[in-house]
Every structure is written in C-alpha cells, then in structure tokens.
C-alpha cells in the first residue's frame, strides 16, 4: 500500500481554520497557540518517525504517525493528514514499513507548506 497521492488536496482547509479561528470568537489567539503548537511539534514528531522506522518499531512508529494525523485533522493540514492515515494503515496491517520509507521527507514539505499557507490567519 503506497502513501496516498496528495497532489490534488489543497495544503490548508481554509474552512477548517475558519471553524477552529471562530470556536472561541472572544479570544482570537486560539488558532495562533495552536498553530505554534502544530508548527514546534511538526519537526519532533518527523524525528520519532524516522527512528522508529530505521528501528523497524511498528507500535512506535503508528503512535508518532498517529498524533501526526490527529493533529493535522484538527488544524485543518489536509495533505499532512492525508499522508498520516495513509502510514497508520500501513502501521496497523502486515506490510513492509518500507512503503514509508519516503514518509518524512514528505512531511516535512508538507509541514513547511502548510505552515507558509496558514501564515496568512494569524492576526
């Protein structure tokens, strides 16, 4: 199973950041916590998953690959999570870790571009 093509998702759901900006209209700084939160954790979580895939750690890797695709869900990072879901399934069934091998370069594109994009809703 290789990691779903992303090239037609969109990098931000605008609709999404729209809803989690408006959750808390009285205190506008909620998506910009959590922006820096998904920004600073985005890097630690690439490390523990280029470790757990060089240590072949299949329970390891589908927990840091499974907060990758929790966070990315709430912060509306369509293509970052599309490629998390994509690794749990690879995580969760018998096949070669290798089909994610290309997984945290990936994702680190994706962090980057997503974090530029959303840029654009901090106030």
Same mark, same amino acid.
């Given at each position: 199973m290789p990691l779903p093509d992303i090239s037609k998702l969109t990098p931000l759901d605008v609709e999404r950041v729209t809803e989690l900006r408006e959750q808390a209209p009285q205190d506008s700084s909620l998506f910009v916590r959590l922006y820096a939160l998904f920004q600073d954790?985005?890097?630690?979580?690439?490390? !523990?998953?280029?470790?757990?895939?060089?240590?072949e750690d299949r329970s390891a890797l589908h927990?840091?690959?499974h907060k990758v695709k929790g966070s990315s869900a709430a912060m509306g990072? +369509?293509?970052?999570? =599309? $490629?998390? +879901?994509?690794?749990?399934?690879? &995580?969760? +069934? !018998?096949? !070669? %870790? =290798?089909? %994610?091998?290309? %997984?945290?370069? $990936?994702?680190?594109?994706?962090? =980057?571009?997503? &974090? =530029?994009?959303?840029?654009?809703? %901090? !106030?």
């Open positions: 954790e985005g890097p630690v979580l690439i490390k !523990d998953i280029v470790e757990n895939l060089q240590a927990d840091a690959v990072a +369509s293509r970052i999570y =599309a $490629l998390a +879901s994509g690794a749990v399934e690879v &995580c969760r +069934s !018998d096949e !070669d %870790l =290798a089909e %994610l091998r290309e %997984l945290p370069a $990936l994702l680190e594109i994706e962090y =980057a571009r997503y &974090c =530029a994009d959303a840029k654009r809703f %901090l !106030d």
